[in-house]
């Protein structure tokens, strides 16, 4: 199975900074890569798709690079909306998702 | 618009049954594999399996095999995820989600239910 991890497990940042999550395939995922945003109470909602294309509707704040094993989410300038857990999700061999990051502002 | 509607929190005793369900609307139904998302109580994502709608073939992560049941009835657009004999450890919110490439599982997923809340608990 691919295993995936996330870094930082949390991260507290103001807002208009520049926030980087990184995350990390135990094998070779190409750029099978997607990344979800989680609120409170609420699904995930999809943020990036193949490591780097923005989901229709998607701030352009947000930004995904990337391919084979080391890939990141990029927030260019935070905002208050922007609090919640992102995780990313490999789907190159069933699907596993990262542990999660969990944005504080 | 695409949505996917989930089935109503359950509260249920150890070693009962149970049968959660998903309805997809405002897309072709029979050809996106839709996928069950477990997350325990202040935890993270973890996939479940997946099936599809057009024909029935399903794929389980290997926790979950033999754990859980899915399966789809495409007459009513309507995947589902059973339990023969619920624990307490299953207790968390069950999501289903759809894939956004259709007729393939390498794909993310693009829409999710609203969730469903099962509790087991004596």
């Known amino acids: 199975d691919i295993q995936m991890t996330q870094s930082p497990s949390t991260l507290s940042a103001s807002v208009g900074d520049r926030v980087t999550i990184t995350c990390r395939a135990s094998?070779?995922?190409?750029?099978?890569l997607a990344w979800y945003q989680q609120k409170p109470g609420k699904a995930p909602k999809l943020l990036i798709y193949k490591a780097s294309s923005l989901e229709s509707g998607v701030p352009s704040r947000f930004s995904g690079s990337g391919s084979g094993t080391e890939f990141t989410l990029t927030i260019s300038s935070l905002q208050a909306d922007d609090l919640a857990t992102y995780y990313c999700l490999q789907y190159e061999t069933h699907h596993t998702f990262g542990p999660g990051t969990k944005v504080d502002i | 618009e695409v949505q996917l509607v989930q089935s109503g929190a359950e509260v249920k005793k150890p070693g009962e049954s149970l049968k959660i369900s998903c309805k997809g609307s405002g897309y072709n139904f029979t050809k996106y594999w839709i996928g069950w998302v477990r997350q325990m109580p202040g935890k993270g994502l973890e996939w479940m399996g997946s099936i599809y709608p057009g024909g029935s073939d399903t794929r389980y992560s290997p926790s979950f095999q033999g754990q859980v049941t899915i399966s789809v009835d495409k007459s009513i657009s309507t995947a589902y995820l059973q339990w023969s004999s619920l624990k307490a450890s299953d207790t968390a919110i069950y999501y289903c989600a759809k894939m956004a490439i259709a007729l393939t599982t390498s794909s993310s997923f693009d829409y999710w239910g609203q969730g469903t809340l099962v509790t087991v608990s004596s």
């Open positions: 094998q070779s995922i190409s750029i099978w």
